[in-house]
Nanobody
């Protein structure tokens, strides 16, 4: 299994920036992809961004495209989410997720079910 620990959340003003980090430990050699999701109070979890652990494929949700950047550091077993030009509607708990190589089913990167493990979440609050 893989354990995930998110960090970097906090309170920022609209237009500001934050960088979230997600450090993985355990079966890190088996990582296929990692992703970020977010969930606001009273709403369902929604996809934010994903990145393959090999190759160069990245994926973004429309609301964050052009503002957020997902990146990885394989040597550190860490995925990052650089969030620029933050808006109040970005306020949510952000969760890191990992899909391992042997996991069944096709890889639909925006679907929570395709990921094996999840972090505890980190709060991001953007004030107007």
């Amino acid at each position: 299994q893989v354990q995930l620990v998110e960090s970097g959340g906090g309170l920022v003003q609209a237009g500001g920036s934050l960088r979230l980090s997600c450090a993985a430990s355990g079966r890190t050699f088996s990582i296929y992809a990692m992703a970020w999701f977010r969930q606001a109070p009273g709403k369902e979890r929604e996809f934010v961004a994903a990145i393959n652990w090999t190759g160069y494929s990245t994926y973004y949700a429309i609301p964050v495209k052009g503002r957020f950047t997902i990146s990885r550091d394989n040597a550190k077993n860490t995925v990052y989410l650089q969030m620029n030009s933050l808006k109040p509607e970005d306020t949510a708990v952000y969760y890191c997720a990992v899909r391992l190589r042997a996991y069944s089913g096709s890889y639909d990167y925006a679907t929570p079910i395709v990921y094996n493990h999840w972090g505890q979440g980190t709060q991001v609050t953007v004030s107007a």
